[in-house]
């Protein structure tokens, strides 16, 4: 019986997609491939993948980091970072991150109200609303976070670094910045301040006086 547990163990901590069992090769380049799941109205998708090597007294140590987005597809979306010694715990940790970290987007129709543009570190993404039938003209992480938020129609780019880490929190922060055209004229209005715009987003709440 302690024999059957052992490679049941074996078996759970090896790559998703990897097959072979063998050892790196082209398996690393399918366990980096995207990778969608859905659980609890949350669609899942592994954006990125990395294997880290730590050098101890008794040897090497192996440890996995994967960036994960979740969204519905109806204006929430979430990212978040996962660490484990394997690739299947570092994915549900970082699924669990992104579940607590999700945005919501305000969507005008298929699109977003307006444009935005957010630096974080050495990267740059800009986020452009586009017309009907467009489709998510964007790359990489940002597109996975674009369509998983239930964006339609968007024209994404990004300047600078590639770094996967960066554009997912810059976009993060694009996202959570955007303003539903109603509120934002209201709050030229002065009809509502900051304090209900938040409790607005956040509680969905009505108006407040």
């Known amino acids: 019986m302690q024999h059957v547990e052992a490679i049941t163990e074996v ?19 399918r366990e980096q491939r995207p990778r969608e799941d859905d659980s609890g109205g949350f669609t899942e998708r592994v954006v990125h993948t990395r294997r880290i090597s730590k050098v101890v007294k008794g040897g090497r140590r192996l440890r ?14 979430g990212a978040g970072m996962g ?10 940790k970082g699924n669990a991150v992104a579940r607590r970290s999700t945005v919501t987007i305000p969507l005008k129709g298929s699109t977003i109200p307006h444009a935005i543009s957010v630096r974080k570190g050495a990267s740059i993404v800009i986020i452009k609303p586009a017309p ?28 600078g670094s590639r ?6 929190q ?6 959570s910045l955007l303003r539903d ?14 304090v209900d715009q938040w409790r ?8 407040h006086g």
């Open 11 to 29: 078996v759970e901590t090896r790559p998703p997609g990897d097959r072979r069992g063998g050892r790196g090769g082209r398996g690393r380049d």
């Open 64 to 77: 996995f980091n994967a960036l994960v987005v979740v969204g519905d597809g109806q204006g929430h979306v």
């Open 83 to 92: 660490k484990a010694l394997a690739i299947p715990d570092a994915v549900r």
């Open 132 to 159: 009907p039938g467009t489709g998510v003209i964007a790359a990489g992480a940002m597109r996975a976070m674009l369509e998983l938020g239930g964006v339609q129609d968007v024209v994404g780019k990004s300047l």
């Open 163 to 168: 770094n996967p880490i960066n554009i997912v």
């Open 170 to 175: 810059a976009t993060m922060e694009a996202l």
């Open 181 to 194: 055209p109603v509120t934002e004229r209201a709050i030229r209005m002065n009809a509502i301040t900051p």
């Open 200 to 207: 607005n987003c956040h509680r969905g709440a009505g108006n």
